[in-house]
């Protein structure tokens, strides 16, 4: 009979996907059919999925974990912002409009019964469900028709582990007073807390454990000290991306508003002949990029103004100028371009945006979103490529003629008449090892990693330090058989 146990965490970023990580390797490890679950996300670091969807990214890096494809089911309910105030919704991979956020407030009890249809599928063909939380149940000002924390694990059934962040410091205070401020339903759910991310000697911190303890009657699970090689896994959320020092190469990523599908960094990141630099808004680009990567955005006029504010267009011709090279991903790509014109006003107000102009393509925003996973050559190579594409819009023009990927026999991307500028929809290529050793190659440095194995061995890693660090068989007996209909 399948189980199942939800890991929430004392607020945002404690955590909690590198965990629900962790343990899916190493429940699947003991030969348990192991599925994860985040019943609403918000993040525009999507993945692609086999069923046409998309889902937050950590949910597919947790479905690896557990050897399992990615599929929508795991996160039904995804919001990806597009202003400070609204977002795309996504409904089981599907576009399901856009949402004021004091609207979607209002309107989201219904969502539910989207999540506990994706929730009963999952556990129709699992051993152990693994749920994740968003955010912290402490938020009482959200907790009415929750769908993220509390609200799920108690219309389902699920108990629940509260994970604090010791490294950002006050962690008693945090596991302490989300038990002072849960109400008996949700209290009753919990069922031990664990403590993330401690740095230097763990048994200094015995007393405060035992305190907690003390204060809440829960449990501890354990005290899991800072994992050294997370930054090698797939960051989810913006605030995570950081700059990686490495070698002579320098890429150089502009910090975009709206930044998405970021993961084309993490393969570079993690060449030792590589530094990702990662341009904060304020700062110049530098003037020794070999590259400047554009990454893709979910507001790409938007972006495009915020691009231009920071003088950003100034330092980039000022690269080219300078004979280095420049490559735009999705919306990036859609910038590199001489205009973008959303005549449906899809991303705003209707109307034509002038372009970065440094190559002589048009795109045109169109109501259409494709999310799909694909296969490809990279030209004239034809090193096998592996990626996904999520994007509404369509481009063409003269440098479309210079395609440098071809997808099931039609050309894909454009590139300038000397090939230092390049532009492209897939997600994903610097994964496959080959094209990116030519990619480095052109750029006048050797590859030295290789990187679908790496994360593996890292997700190896990683469900060995959960399971030194925290009592998985005690977690394994919290686990229940979740509520059914």
């Known amino acids: 009979m399948v189980r199942a146990i939800m890991i929430q965490g004392t607020g945002s970023n404690v955590g909690k996907s590198m965990l629900v990580a962790g343990l899916a390797r190493a429940f699947s490890r003991r030969g348990l059919r192991v599925a994860p679950f985040k019943p609403q996300n918000m993040s525009n670091n999507a993945a692609a999925t086999e069923n046409g969807g998309e889902i937050g990214r950590a949910q597919a890096l947790q479905a690896r974990a557990a050897r399992r494809v990615p599929h929508t089911d795991m996160n039904p309910i995804l919001l990806k912002p597009e202003t400070d105030t609204g977002a795309q919704i996504i409904v089981q991979g599907r576009r399901a409009g856009t949402m004021k956020a004091g609207d979607y407030r209002k309107n989201k009890s219904h969502l539910l019964e989207k999540a506990m249809e994706s929730f009963h599928r999952l556990c129709a063909d699992a051993d152990l469900v693994l749920v994740e939380g968003a955010g912290s149940p402490a938020e009482t000002n959200l907790r009415a028709g929750d769908i993220a924390n509390m609200g799920f694990a108690c219309a389902a059934g699920v108990p629940v582990v509260l994970v604090g962040d010791i490294h950002r410091g006050g962690v008693i205070a945090q596991i302490v007073g989300t038990q002072a401020v849960l109400d008996a339903e949700d209290l009753a759910q919990v069922r031990g807390f664990a403590v993330n991310r401690f740095k230097g000697d763990i048994t200094l911190f015995d007393e405060g454990r035992d305190d907690i303890a003390r204060r809440t009657g829960w449990p501890c699970l354990g005290v899991v000290p800072w994992f050294n090689d997370a930054w090698r896994l797939p960051a989810e959320d913006m605030m995570d991306i950081r700059s990686a020092a490495g070698g002579a190469c320098k890429v150089a990523v502009p910090q975009l508003e709206r930044m998405a599908n970021f993961d084309d960094l993490d393969p570079l990141a993690a060449e030792p002949n590589v530094t990702v630099e990662i341009i904060a808004p304020g700062r110049p680009l530098p003037g020794d990029a070999d590259l400047v990567l554009l990454p893709g955005s979910k507001s790409t006029v938007g972006d495009l103004a915020f691009f231009r504010a920071q003088g950003w267009d100034i330092d980039l011709y000022a690269h080219v100028r300078r004979g280095g090279h420049v490559l735009g991903l999705c919306g990036g790509y859609q910038m590199l371009g001489r205009s973008i014109d ?41 090193e096998p490529v592996s990626g996904y594409e999520i994007h509404i819009g369509r481009t063409d023009g003269p440098d479309c003629a210079r395609a440098w990927l071809e997808i099931d026999g039609r050309r894909e991307g454009a590139a300038s008449a000397d090939g230092r500028i390049r532009g492209s929809y897939l997600h994903g290529l610097f994964s496959s090892d080959a094209f990116r050793a030519r990619y480095l190659g052109d750029l006048g440095y050797e590859s030295l990693s290789g990187y679908e194995d790496g994360v593996d061995s890292v997700l190896d890693a990683l469900a060995d330090h959960v399971e030194a660090h925290l009592d998985l068989d005690l977690l394994l007996e919290m ?3 979740p509520r059914l209909r």
């Open 479 to 481: 686990a229940e058989p």
């Open 342 to 382: 959303d005549p449906e006003g899809i991303e705003g107000r209707p109307g034509k945006t002038e372009g970065l102009g440094l190559l002589d393509v048009q795109t045109v925003m169109t109501s259409e979103k494709q999310v799909t996973l694909r296969h490809a050559v990279a030209l004239p190579g034809r």
